[in-house]
């Protein structure tokens, strides 16, 4: 199995190692201390050596952040984590609503006049420092130094040290040497002499090279410095990539700042990923601008698209097996563990399965209704008689990364349940069915997806749709389906449609196909202008059991039925006995 069901954490570790952490603080002589819940690489997934916040606080979510001072310490959560972060995280904490109040708004209420706010300037970049400006305009002061849980925290794990591959031409689709002349020919034309680049799955996309430093991303943890002529210098434990032809001049990892320190002319460095301590390190003319890998790889190639349509397709047999298999069995026989193991084994029956993309959701009941649940031995919960199933996974093959989220009826839940779901599946295909002119980005058209609930008063706590990697990360920036997104959708991204709604205490629905932008066909009568629309990924029946067939217009149900026509056709012949059965049931016309 990839995915354990162990705890990482209980709330009784956090006040003895909160005392321990204040004491540090006096001993240093600063007032307050920042926690991050990110790695010097900015990432979603850490090391298990990386995860002070959860070491400290309990809290294992994959967003948040702590502010310690002497007399109080604020957890920092969202929508998505609030309901986990008071089960996790001992009465010692202040569970904080972000990003509804801010940290500098926190800082300012709770901090002592003219406090010593310290933080690791690894763990943080340029535009969040940006933001804590005020704090000094206030009389207080930022001060950079060593982590202060790294001093603390005596069993620490050691760092990673997977080693990478190669990923092949024929999936990437593009050789390195034409992606680093591409991009320096961009930085040039842009007036920069140089890009910092700090994103592992940048560097690796950019090398065709693919790693093993973080569980569930094949990425590999390193620094790089890609110049306008198009070399690349990547910064590296020679360990990691020996034996490996990198088209690159490999150095050490404790060379890297001083590397950074030598560059001349313009520096272009992103301030949303780069460390504030390699900002620092910078004496050359600063520009900051996007990674100028960010765009190029979330604008998938045709071999990159050919080879994730593969890999739907083959992770959609293992969907369908297990969603056969689940209906078939009494639901007292079955547990969220005993969920995710037998979906694990379907997708291990591939013989194609690297690791699943991320641990699997399996929620039951009132467990649904936490978007980010991870199940564990004590959390585990039986299914039941007229509750819904919530099931959020995924794969990762060496040709494509999936994520898929379905919602299953287990009986016959009531018809509050089957009202929500009906809407979640209204805004799911009204983004599935859109055009939209080129310039538009996710924030325009978030709305779109949640219409329905609105109508009802109702909402959900979450980004509508996440970006998503070519074997690479599951999350992948910088465009995304959401409120806060502003970047034009283009050909090629790969992104998530996935609405929700959670009823606390009682149930949790979302369902998620993933859509690629692509070039709209003619629409007679259209104005002369470039059109977009989607094309489904995700091949994967809906539970009928759970639409209100009423609630749906002519459109929507023409939509469902040709969906669940296409899913039939491209599975029938591939499945089990049992499979193959279960299809033809799920996939008649409502």
Same mark, same amino acid.
């Given at each position: 199995m990839f995915q354990t069901f162990k705890s990482a954490t209980t709330p009784e570790q956090g006040p003895p190692r909160l005392a321990a952490l204040r004491a540090k603080m006096a001993e240093m002589g600063v007032d307050g201390f920042i926690v991050s819940r990110a790695d010097a690489w900015q990432g979603e997934y850490v090391a298990p050596c990386d995860e002070r916040l959860a070491w400290l606080t309990g809290f294992t979510g994959s967003a948040g952040f702590c502010v310690v001072l002497a007399e109080r310490a604020g957890l920092f959560v969202d929508g998505r984590y609030r309901v986990q972060a008071r089960a996790q995280v001992a009465p010692d904490f202040t569970t904080v609503d972000w990003p509804e109040t801010t940290l500098a708004v926190w800082i300012l209420e709770h901090a002592p006049e003219g406090s010593k706010i310290a933080y690791d300037p690894w763990l943080h970049?340029?535009?969040?420092?940006?933001?804590?400006?005020?704090?000094?305009?206030?009389?207080?002061? !930022?001060?950079?130094?060593?982590?202060?849980?790294?001093? +603390?925290? =005596?069993?620490?794990?050691?760092?990673?040290?997977?080693?990478?591959? &190669?990923?092949?031409? =024929?999936?990437? /689709?593009?050789?390195?040497?034409? *992606?680093?002349?591409?991009?320096?020919?961009?930085?040039? #034309?842009? /007036?920069?002499?140089? #890009?910092?680049?700090?994103?592992?799955?940048?560097?690796?996309?950019?090398?065709?090279?693919?790693?093993?430093?973080?569980?569930?991303?094949?990425?590999?943890?390193?620094?790089?410095?890609?110049?306008?002529? /198009?070399?690349? &210098?990547? @910064?590296?434990?020679? &360990?990691?990539? $020996?034996?490996?032809? +990198?088209?690159?001049?490999? @150095?050490?990892?404790?060379?890297?700042?001083?590397?950074? $320190?030598?560059?001349?002319?313009?520096?272009?460095?992103? %301030?949303? &990923?780069?460390?504030?301590?390699?900002r620092a390190a910078v004496t050359a003319r600063v520009h900051e601008g996007r990674d100028p890998c960010l765009l190029? *790889?979330?604008?998938?190639? $045709?071999?990159?698209?050919?080879?994730?349509?593969?890999?739907?397709?083959?992770?959609?047999?293992?969907?369908?097996?297990?969603?056969?298999?689940?209906?078939?069995?009494?639901?007292?026989?079955?547990?969220?563990?005993? #969920?995710?193991? #037998?979906? =694990?084994?379907?997708?291990?029956a591939t013989n194609a399965l690297q690791d699943i993309s991320f641990e699997t959701i399996s929620g039951a009941g009132p467990n649904a209704?936490?978007?980010?649940?991870?199940?564990?031995?004590?959390?585990?919960?039986? !299914?039941a008689e007229g509750e819904l199933y919530l099931v959020d996974s995924g794969g990762q093959y060496v040709d494509g990364t999936t994520d898929i989220t379905r919602t299953v009826a287990i009986g016959a839940p009531d018809k509050e349940a089957r009202d929500a779901f009906t809407r979640v599946l209204q805004g799911m295909i009204a983004l599935s069915r859109l055009r939209f002119p080129r310039g538009v980005g996710g924030a325009h058209i978030d709305a779109l997806a949640r219409a329905a609930l609105w109508m009802a008063g109702q909402d959900f706590d979450h980004g509508t749709g996440h970006g998503v990697g070519s074997y690479l990360s599951v999350h992948e920036g910088p465009a995304r389906i959401s409120r806060a997104s502003t970047v034009p959708l283009e050909p090629g991204m790969i992104l998530s449609n996935e609405p929700g709604y959670y009823r606390e205490g009682a149930f949790g629905i979302r369902i998620e196909n993933l859509i690629v932008v692509?070039? $709209?066909?003619?629409?007679? /009568?259209?104005?002369?202008?470039?059109?977009?629309? @989607? =094309?489904?990924?995700?091949?994967? %029946?809906?539970?009928?059991?759970?639409?209100? *067939?009423?609630?749906?217009? *002519?459109?929507?149900?023409?939509?469902?039925n040709a969906y669940h026509a296409e899913c039939a056709e491209r599975l029938t012949g591939q499945l089990s006995e049992r499979a193959e059965a279960w299809l033809a049931g799920a996939t008649l016309a409502v």
């Open positions: 970049v340029p535009r969040q420092l940006h933001e804590l400006a005020r704090l000094e305009a206030a009389g207080h002061s !930022l001060q950079a130094i060593e982590n202060l849980i790294d001093a +603390i925290w =005596e069993d620490r794990p050691t760092r990673p040290d997977g080693r990478a591959f &190669s990923h092949p031409l =024929e999936l990437a /689709g593009e050789t390195s040497a034409s *992606k680093r002349a591409r991009l320096g020919q961009d930085l040039a #034309a842009a /007036g920069d002499d140089a #890009a910092i680049i700090t994103m592992p799955d940048a560097i690796c996309w950019l090398l065709n090279i693919r790693g093993a430093d973080i569980p569930r991303i094949p990425i590999l943890q390193s620094f790089a410095i890609l110049r306008a002529d /198009g070399q690349v &210098s990547i @910064f590296v434990e020679a &360990s990691k990539v $020996a034996g490996l032809e +990198i088209d690159a001049e490999i @150095f050490a990892p404790d060379t890297f700042l001083a590397a950074v $320190a030598a560059l001349t002319g313009t520096v272009r460095l992103d %301030p949303d &990923s780069c460390p504030e301590a390699v190029p *790889k979330a604008r998938k190639n $045709a071999a990159e698209l050919e080879g994730t349509r593969a890999a739907h397709r083959r992770d959609a047999v293992a969907m369908v097996e297990f969603l056969a298999w689940l209906d078939a069995q009494p639901p007292s026989e079955v547990t969220e563990i005993g #969920a995710v193991e #037998a979906l =694990e084994g379907f997708r291990r209704a936490l978007p980010h649940y991870r199940v564990s031995d004590e959390t585990n919960r039986t !299914l692509q070039d $709209a066909g003619d629409l007679a /009568g259209a104005d002369p202008r470039p059109w977009l629309d @989607f =094309e489904t990924l995700t091949y994967v %029946p809906i539970d009928t059991r759970l639409v209100v *067939k009423e609630m749906l217009t *002519k459109a929507e149900r023409d939509w469902l």
